[in-house]
C-alpha cells in the first residue's frame, strides 16, 4: 500500500494554499489550493527546456539568462550545468517560501544550485524583469529567457498568461534579448496558436516533446531572428534523455 502524503509546510497566497508535501524519503510535491504543480519523480521536460536553451551558450563569454519560476529547482541545475563559469543567471519566483524549499528539504534535487555565485535570486514576477530588460536594451538583455511555469502558453491560462504570451508580451520577450538569444517555455500539450505568435513576433521555433510514454508535456525552443521577421517552424522527436517529472503545474 502507497504510503500517505504529509504536509511539510505551507503558506496562504492569492491562489489558494501553496503546500510541500511528501511521501516517504525522496518523493515531494508542490499543490496550490490542491492543484499539483510540481512532482519530483516527474521532471524529463524542465530540464531539457533548460539543457536546449543554454546548449548553445556553453563558450560564449559571459553569457546572461533569466529564469523564470524556480520550483523545485531541476531548470536552474540544469541551467548552470550547461553554463561557462562566468555566466550570470537571474531567476525570477513569486514567493520566497519556495527559495526556502529549495535551500531546505528539496536542496537535494538541485545540489544547492539556488546558491550558485552564478546565480541571483529575485522575488518578483518574471514579465515585469522582461519588461526592464526590454526598456533599458543593451547590458540589460539576455542570451536566454527560460519560462518554466505551470500556467503555460494554452488560451486557457489563467492569470499571467496574456501578459506573458500574448502577442504584446512576446514582443517584449524578443526585445528583452541578444541577437539570436533563446526564448525557451514549457507548455503542458502543444498550442499551435502559440507557435503562430511566436513566428509572427519573429521566432524560428522547434517543438519538443521529452520523455517516452505517458504523460508528455513540451518544449518551445524559440530563437530571435535578426533582421527582417521571418520565422520558421519544426517538429523534432522525442528527446527521451534523462528522466523528468510529469506535472500540470
Known amino acids: ?18 503546500d510541500l508535501r511528501q ?6 510535491l508542490i499543490t496550490i489550493d490542491r492543484r ?4 519530483s519523480s516527474a521532471n524529463v521536460s524542465e530540464i531539457v527546456l533548460a539543457q536546449l536553451a543554454c546548449e548553445s551558450l ?51 534535487f538541485s545540489g544547492g544550485a539556488v546558491d550558485d555565485p552564478r546565480v541571483k535570486i529575485v522575488i518578483d ?20 529567457v527560460i ?22 508580451a512576446l514582443a517584449l520577450s524578443r526585445s528583452a534579448l541578444k541577437a539570436d ?8 500539450d502543444p498550442d499551435k496558436a502559440f507557435e ?14 521529452p520523455g517516452r510514454g505517458g504523460r508528455r508535456h513540451v518544449v518551445y525552443i524559440a530563437r530571435k531572428i535578426s533582421g527582417p521577421q521571418a520565422g520558421g517552424s519544426e517538429k523534432i522527436g522525442p528527446a527521451g534523455r534523462k528522466s523528468y517529472k510529469n506535472r500540470s503545474r
Open 58 to 108: 556553453k563558450n560564449k563569454k559571459n553569457p546572461r539568462v533569466l529564469v523564470g519560476g524556480l520550483g523545485m529547482g531541476f531548470t536552474l541545475k540544469a541551467a548552470i550545468d550547461n553554463l561557462p563559469v562566468a555566466a550570470a543567471v537571474v531567476v525570477a519566483e513569486l514567493n520566497p517560501i519556495i527559495v526556502n524549499w529549495c535551500r531546505g528539504p528539496l536542496a537535494h
Open 181 to 188: 538569444g533563446v526564448f525557451a517555455v514549457w507548455s503542458e
Open 125 to 144: 514576477d518574471v514579465a515585469a524583469l522582461i519588461r526592464y530588460a526590454a526598456k533599458k536594451g543593451k547590458g540589460k538583455r539576455f542570451d536566454a
Open 36 to 39: 499539483v504543480l510540481m512532482n
Open 1 to 18: 500500500m502507497a504510503q500517505p502524503w504529509r504536509i511539510v509546510d505551507s503558506i496562504d497566497t492569492d491562489q489558494g494554499l501553496l
Open 196 to 209: 503562430k505568435r511566436l513566428k509572427a513576433a519573429g521566432f524560428s521555433v522547434n517543438r519538443q516533446r
Open 23 to 28: 511521501r516517504g524519503e525522496t518523493d515531494f
Open 147 to 168: 519560462l518554466d511555469l505551470y500556467d503555460g502558453p494554452h488560451a486557457g491560462a489563467p492569470g499571467r498568461g496574456e501578459y506573458l504570451y500574448d502577442d504584446r
